[in-house]
């Protein structure tokens, strides 16, 4: 079965070589064969590229432990759902997955670029190849999964402990799936670069599609890690500036950015340059999350795969970077505007800004990620950057970001007078005062948890007047009220799918303001039978009780938790140590509400039959979690058309003269 | 078995590479329209014109947009639409046809923000 994966792997090496080298050819010579032989070509890498999977995971199944990886990612005690988890817990299939999912996502895009960029998707074929064709090498020559032991082991070593949680079927997968989908509008751009497409704006419906997925896939991966390492790491946080997560932040802000920064192309033709700039700045930035991700130099508490690898994707990424910018001066001439920015007051001037602000936000995050490379360099001592040096100096930008996030949308295209802005603005800002009251009567004091409660208002307010404002005026067309708002939603879903959105990241940034500033962390010595009491919840330590796995020692809290009198819940947190790795993992017990979350963890069982639990009180975390499928379907609804608008969009009819004169 | 399974994991793209290099192309067969052509353009630049003139409706529906923003960005946008047709040297028949349909679309946002459907309705 492996021999079938190997060779399904050399034939997918085989054939992306073809394709990036013919993808090129029939754009360059506007060979018809050539570009659809390259395509066809394309199209057969994810089979290739899936069958090599199944026989990896087929091999975790039958722990067939003559397979070097298997042998090194799973044993006999691991459960058999988890060999999906195994397949990409080290470097190796972690790579095979990448470009197994890269060929699936890449091979959908191009069947859909050859419809509707027909002349420029040869070149972004090559380009989806030469991505593809480094992966694939790199499998085969330097990492590969299906390589064979020659003495086969009675057991292999185990899966990592902390990959056992189900989070991880999910958020690994779209993490690397959103860090490599960024390749996909790279490609769109540096296509059209190539092919001296770039001043008609060609492109940018695809780019702005493909972008928003690449951003959707991003955002899922970063709030289902927060997720996981809040339920299972034990730390009672969800967020801690450490180099992987940094990794995934700094493309996501970079595609933040550009999918904003899209629809001002579109609609104006303005910044075609600094839309190039963008997608190449958040590939590079995806390829760093890469290079650290995969062994870099960046000290990190949960770099999963470790290895030295990192130092070629580092020398992939700068001449990725190198080519790309030299591609873009030689067409510089291309990108040049159709219009000019006519008023500070509009909304591609906020676009602007709040993209000055994300690109802010993205280098201040990689400064202080590879500073201690730097350190290390000059001053020969590590040092490393901490949270309060992240969180003083984003925390007020991403303030600035949201406080944008509300009043942009609000704004016409092109110009809006001082009138018009103050009349938009009168609703959000009365509810603002009307939340700094709220926060002052509930004892809240700390002034930037009220300033971050205010914007957060700020923005919310927009979107209900907006959203109150047109619902109303077609209620007075005769409508009831819940048809009146859904034809409005209906009426423009980009519009609409992106307030969802916003809605969304106003309920993740008061998630972090409130859990950030209002957080209560205590820890407690507890006999068997006592109890103990912060802020309204009192809690009871009934006892412990141990359980030896093939793999694991557990041990397992019992404690009863009570809120102002009445019982709310038995608590079961448990501390496991795994002999194999010497590690010792704790999960801590969660009761969770709409206004915090009471969280327990053990950090120490006694022999004197005593413990250590650390106990934390998190404010409005759920609202984070709460956040991501109302985004998720934002971001669907706005890439939706609804049918009445396809009805209504009233076409040009072909002129004459233009159809017959094919030289135009 | 693992035999023949890995030749024809070979022979699959082999013959999906080679298939249009050897077939003949019929000469009707159906050739895109460029997607850089002036017409694509102006196709392009049309709909944002259109698209500009729906979304000024709706931000003066929704309370957005003072009367001289309104007047200022709706000229904007139809100058554009002109411009448009202007460039692609249509009939006048033609231009007519299609302001027409502009008008309407504007008209009937109008309408709608103004509160007037009910009247016209009953009228």
């Known amino acids: 079965m492996v021999e079938i994966g190997q060779i399904s792997l050399i034939t997918s090496f085989i054939v992306v070589l073809y394709t990036s080298i013919v993808g090129f050819a029939g754009g360059g010579l506007n060979g018809r064969d050539l570009a659809q032989s390259a395509r066809w070509g394309f199209y057969s890498l994810p089979i290739l590229l899936i069958v090599t999977t199944i026989t990896l995971i087929y091999s975790f199944v039958i722990n067939d432990f003559s397979v070097k990886y298997v042998a090194e990612n799973s044993n006999l005690a691991m459960p058999s759902a988890y060999a999906w988890v195994a397949f990409y817990s080290g470097n190796e299939g972690s790579l095979l997955y990448i470009a197994a999912a890269f060929s699936i996502m890449s091979s959908v895009s191009v069947l859909i670029l050859n419809k509707k960029l027909p002349y420029t998707a040869p070149y972004a074929l090559g380009v989806m190849s030469l991505v593809l064709l480094f992966f694939i090498a790199v499998l085969l020559f330097m990492a590969n999964p299906l390589e064979k032991l020659p003495i086969v082991p009675a057991d292999g070593k185990g899966i990592n402990p902390l990959l056992i949680h189900f989070g991880m079927f999910i958020h690994p997968p779209f993490q690397m799936l959103g860090l490599i989908s960024v390749a996909i509008p790279f490609s769109v751009c540096i296509a059209t670069l190539i092919s001296g497409r770039g001043s008609r704006d060609e492109w940018v419906d695809q780019g702005r599609l493909w972008g928003m997925i690449s951003w959707l896939l991003l955002t899922i991966g970063l709030i289902l890690g927060g997720w996981w390492a809040y339920t299972i790491l034990g730390w009672g946080g969800y967020w801690a500036w450490d180099p992987v997560e940094n990794s995934a932040l700094m493309p996501w802000l ?288 009934l006892g412990v009780s141990q359980e030896v796995f093939p793999d694991r020692i557990e041990e397992t809290a019992k404690f009863e938790l009570w809120t102002n009198g009445k019982f709310v819940d038995y608590l079961y947190p448990y501390r496991a140590f795994y002999p194999e790795f010497r590690l010792s993992a704790t999960r801590g017990a969660i009761h969770s509400n709409l206004i915090r979350d009471f969280y327990l963890v053990p950090s120490d069982f006694k022999e004197d039959g005593q413990a250590l639990f650390r106990v934390l009180i998190n404010p409005m975390v759920s609202w984070m979690w709460i956040s991501g499928p109302i985004l998720i379907f934002g971001t669907i609804f706005s890439l939706t058309v609804s049918s009445s608008r396809r009805r209504k969009k009233i076409k040009l009819p072909i002129a004459n003269s233009i159809f017959e004169s094919r030289s135009l | 078995m693992v035999v023949l399974i890995s030749l024809a994991l070979c022979l699959f793209p082999f013959v999906l590479i080679i298939f249009p290099l050897i077939r003949k192309y019929s000469a009707s067969e159906f050739i895109p329209q460029d997607e850089s052509s002036l017409f694509a353009d102006l196709e392009r630049r049309w709909d944002s014109a259109i698209e500009g003139l729906r979304s000024t409706e709706l931000e003066r529906m929704v309370g957005n947009l003072h009367d001289q923003d309104y007047e200022w960005l709706k000229n904007i946008h139809l100058f554009e639409a002109a411009l448009v047709l202007r460039a692609l040297d249509l009939q006048e028949s033609e231009q007519n046809v299609l302001i027409e349909e502009v008008k309407m679309e504007v008209f009937r946002t109008v309408l709608i923000s103004q509160e007037k459907y009910n009247l016209e309705e009953k009228e």
Not at chain 1, 428 to 441: A, D, E
């Open chain 1, 254 to 541: 970079a595609m933040t950015a550009f999918v904003h920064s899209i629809m001002v192309q579109k609609r104006r033709g303005l910044f075609r340059m600094w839309n190039m700039i963008l997608i190449i700045t958040a590939f590079t930035m995806a390829q760093l999350g890469m290079f650290i991700n995969r062994g870099g130099p960046v000290p990190s508490v949960h770099s999963f795969a470790e290895s030295t690898m990192g130092w070629v994707f580092l020398g992939v990424m700068a001449v990725t970077l190198f080519l790309s910018i030299v591609i873009f001066v030689f067409r510089f001439d291309t990108l040049k505007s159709r219009g000019v920015l006519e008023s500070p007051i509009s909304r591609e001037a906020v676009f602007l800004s709040q993209n000055a602000l994300f690109l802010l936000i993205a280098f201040v995050t990689l400064w202080g990620t590879i500073f201690p490379i730097f350190s290390e360099t000059f001053d020969e001592t590590t040092m490393t950057i901490g949270q309060p040096f992240f969180n003083k100096v984003n925390g007020p930008l991403m303030l600035l970001l949201i406080f944008l996030m509300g009043i942009g949308p609000l704004l016409p295209w092109r110009k809006a007078s001082l009138n018009s802005l103050f009349k938009m603005l009168t609703f959000p800002l009365i509810l603002s005062i009307l939340i700094v009251s709220v926060c002052l009567l509930l004892g809240l004091t700390k002034i930037w948890a009220i300033f971050g409660f205010a914007t957060c208002a700020i923005a919310l307010g927009g979107i209900i007047q907006e959203w109150f404002r047109g619902t109303k005026s077609r209620v007075k067309r005769g409508d009831k009220i819940h048809l009146s708002f859904i034809r409005l939603i209906n009426s423009n879903r980009p519009r609409y799918g992106g307030y969802i959105v916003h809605i969304s990241i106003i309920m993740l940034a008061m998630g972090i303001t409130a859990s950030s500033f209002y957080d209560v962390q205590k820890d407690v010595v507890m006999a068997v039978g006592e109890s103990q009491s912060i802020g309204d919840y009192t809690f009871k330590y």
